[in-house]
């Protein structure tokens, strides 16, 4: 493999966080199902990508979403994958469905 080629294609890497989806509420969670999102963002069948930016481009209108691209431009984050079975991340808030809806949630808050 040309070594060259290897080292320009490194250099178009941009970090990626992948976490759950029980990070957004309900509601933004089906904007983001739905391309619905006030930031660019790419549905998937499980979640989707959201992108960030570096430095952050725009700040959410979702309250939710906009506290993690806070904590996401913090850390050095470009792009937020949310997927339904990625991991919890302690600090961040959480909302989980009653009976599998998507409303109306509790919040469960960081200890």
Avoid at 82 to 101: C, K, Q, T, W, Y
Wanted: charged letters at 25%; glycine letters at 6%; one cysteine or more.
């Amino acid at each position: 493999m040309d070594l060259d080629l290897i080292a320009r294609l490194r250099e178009q890497a941009e970090p990626l966080a992948t976490l759950s989806l029980s990070h957004l509420t309900p509601a933004t969670r089906k904007k983001l199902l739905d391309d619905e999102l006030s930031v660019n963002a790419y549905p998937t069948a499980f979640g989707g990508l959201v992108f960030v930016g570096a430095p952050r481009y725009s700040l959410p209108a979702e309250p939710d979403l906009a506290l993690i691209f806070e904590a996401a431009e913090q850390a050095g984050i470009v792009w937020l994958k949310f997927d339904r079975e990625a991991a919890v991340i302690d600090g961040l808030l959480v909302f989980e469905p009653v009976l599998g809806s998507f409303a109306p949630c509790r919040v469960r808050t960081p200890p």
